[in-house]
């Protein structure tokens, strides 16, 4: 399941170093960020208490790190969202647009998915995700709009909603990884009111986001959603996503955290770039240039590619291996010179 904001992420965000406080430097997803999640288990969990001086402990949370996310946020080029902002994406079809100025983090749409239902979302109306400067009972209110796709159900619509976020606690986060002393707990709600030509429904979400200071992303997240949909469908589902970062993996690099093995060579290249994986998972090769935007798609047989590059330009590209289930299984960078 996609979170609607990436859970603020699944958005790469932050805090500063010396203070619980969110602000745009240090919290909105800057073009080059990258990080990485792993799910874990969501069975009896509790988002824990609120306040300062709050414990937050999912020390022994077990993680399962084949299911692994690796986000990128790029320069948007997607006109139907702001130009000039950023888009957050582990995949093509797992991407999260966003615009941010030093007042507020704005979420302007992208890819949804609770249970086995999924949609685009295109706001007219934006969800203001963080007010900035951001830290314990700040809050973020606004009234939201736009369109709707629901592509199993050949379904486009209108929505109305509301957005809320809420900075309710801060203390101390642990985690498998460690123990973290200066930690901001943001949560994030919102309704969806959609109409389309066969039906009506709701999209509710709430997302309970864990940040530490001088850490730039969510270091865990608890999301639970429920897409209903009334007749003639009438359908409900709703699931509970529980993921979780290593800090180490955040920045404007290449991720080590990668759930197969692959080898490309020659890098650099100037005619041809192969690919070579003994996952049976890997099934696309997705090539970015330095702005983000997607320049090429290959498929993968039998665990190889040999990708022509001959007409790329000289120049830093990045590349995502992805699964069978949609699902981001490696990244990383070449460079093509002539």
């Not at 399962?64 to 994406?89: D, K």
Request: with cysteine; aromatic share 8%; charged share 10%.
């Amino acid at each position: 399941m996609k979170k609607i904001y990436l859970s603020l992420l699944s958005l790469a965000c932050g805090l500063t170093v010396n203070a619980q406080t969110l602000t745009d430097a240090n919290h909105s997803p800057a073009v080059g960020d990258m990080s990485t999640t792993w799910q874990c288990d969501s069975l009896a969990i509790t988002p824990g208490a609120s306040g300062a001086g709050a414990t937050w402990n999912f020390g022994t949370i077990a993680t399962h790190s084949s299911v692994v996310n690796n986000y990128t946020a790029a320069v948007n080029t997607n006109t139907s969202y702001p130009i000039p902002g950023v888009a957050v994406a582990s995949s093509i079809n797992n991407i999260s647009y966003y615009k941010s100025t030093a007042t507020d983090l704005k979420y302007w749409g992208g890819n949804i998915f609770v249970g086995g239902l999924s949609a685009t979302l295109v706001y007219t109306a934006s969800a203001i995700t963080a007010s900035y400067p951001m830290s314990l009972n700040g809050t973020a209110n606004s009234v939201t709009g736009g369109s709707i796709s629901i592509p199993s159900l050949s379904q486009n619509g209108t929505f109305t909603g509301n957005s809320k976020t809420l900075a309710d606690g801060t203390g101390t986060l642990i985690l498998p990884s460690g123990t973290y002393n200066n930690g901001i707990r943001v949560v994030t709600s919102q309704t969806i009111n959609f109409t389309a030509p066969l039906g009506s429904g709701t999209v509710t979400q709430i997302n309970y986001d864990y940040y530490e200071a001088g850490v730039k992303n969510s270091l865990f997240t608890i999301s639970t959603s429920t897409f209903q949909i009334g007749p003639p469908f009438s359908s409900t589902s709703t699931q509970t996503i529980v993921t979780r970062s290593n800090p180490s993996t955040v920045g404007v690099k290449e991720n080590k955290q990668n759930a197969i093995d692959l080898v490309v060579f020659p890098n650099p290249s100037s005619a041809t770039l192969n690919f070579v994986t003994e996952s049976k998972e890997a099934k696309l090769i997705l090539i970015y240039d330095i702005s983000g935007k997607l320049v090429d798609t290959q498929t993968i047989t039998d665990g190889k590619l040999k990708l022509n590059v001959s007409a790329y330009n000289n120049g830093l590209y990045m590349y995502s291996v992805i699964g069978n289930a949609n699902q981001t299984l490696r990244t990383g960078k070449v460079t093509v010179s002539h």
